[in-house]
């Protein structure tokens, strides 16, 4: 191992043993604070944005005092916690936990919008944001799930005060999943598998009506079709495309 290397490795092992001895300290804290001022710093903890530490302090309070006072609030800050740190796996997990032994907490529109935000959070990648970075081809099943439960909280909580934020957010996934199926049709017209490029474009009609990849899904129509030697298909796709899109190539002039 190179001079460079085992100094690193000091350095790491230094820093897990003054975590792990931090982290000690603070539970040896929290074990000996009465249930309210646990509550009272996980609150402040969240208000200045340390939510590492308002985690540990809920965590502690939730299984020290499961029946107290402010047990479903703790849940629901729990919640909270969890998205600002980006941890999507504990974040569901409570989720699931509060639906199901409070369904009808007169929050319970809130956790389901929540489970929306979590499971957009878990579809999105920080740094190809940060970098502009267009990475629709990735595995849509988070954005999907993210989709059905804002759609859930409409269906259920028309009035809630959540409701309109997610509506748009359920507009944004749906150009989202448009996307990744107009990604997979290009990748078929490239393999030449017209018949199945066909289909995953009329999907996007079908199922996403109204997006900015409806054109594209229409070029990919017409193409699929053409080396198909459907013609009367290939024809209705460029009607509806003179209809909707007459500046497009296809169709113009």
């Not at 539970?27 to 969240?46: H, I, N, V, W």
């Not at 099943?141 to 993210?146: G, I, S, V």
């Not at 997979?184 to 066909?198: H, I």
């Amino acid at each position: 191992m190179s001079r460079f290397a085992k100094c690193a490795a000091v350095v790491m092992i230094s820093l897990a043993i003054s975590a792990c001895s931090s982290n000690n300290e603070l539970d040896e804290t929290l074990s000996k604070q009465s249930p309210e001022a646990l509550y009272t710093q996980a609150r402040t903890s969240m208000e200045l944005g340390n939510f590492s530490k308002a985690v540990r302090t809920l965590e502690a309070l939730d299984s020290r005092y499961p029946f107290g006072a402010h047990k479903t609030q703790v849940q629901l800050d729990l919640i909270y916690a969890y998205y600002k740190l980006n941890d999507p796996a504990s974040g569901i997990a409570n989720i699931d936990r509060f639906i199901r032994l409070n369904p009808t907490h007169p929050d319970i529109d809130y956790v389901y919008y929540m489970r929306g935000l979590v499971n957009m959070q878990s579809d999105s990648y920080m740094f190809h944001d940060m970098l502009g970075i267009d990475r629709t081809d990735r595995d849509p099943k988070h954005a999907m799930q993210a989709f059905k439960d804002f759609e859930r909280l409409i269906k259920m909580y028309p009035n809630s005060k959540y409701a309109a934020d997610a509506q748009q957010r359920m507009q944004w996934l749906k150009d989202r999943l448009a996307r990744y199926s107009i990604d997979v049709a290009e990748y078929y017209l490239k393999m030449n598998a017209w018949s199945a490029a066909a289909v995953r474009a009329q999907s996007v009609m079908e199922t996403y009506p109204g997006t900015p990849s409806t054109e594209r899904a229409l070029e990919i129509m017409a193409e699929a079709y053409k080396e198909l030697g459907q013609e009367k298909l290939r024809e209705h796709v460029l009607q509806v495309m003179k209809a909707n899109y007459p500046d497009n190539k296809l169709v113009a002039g």
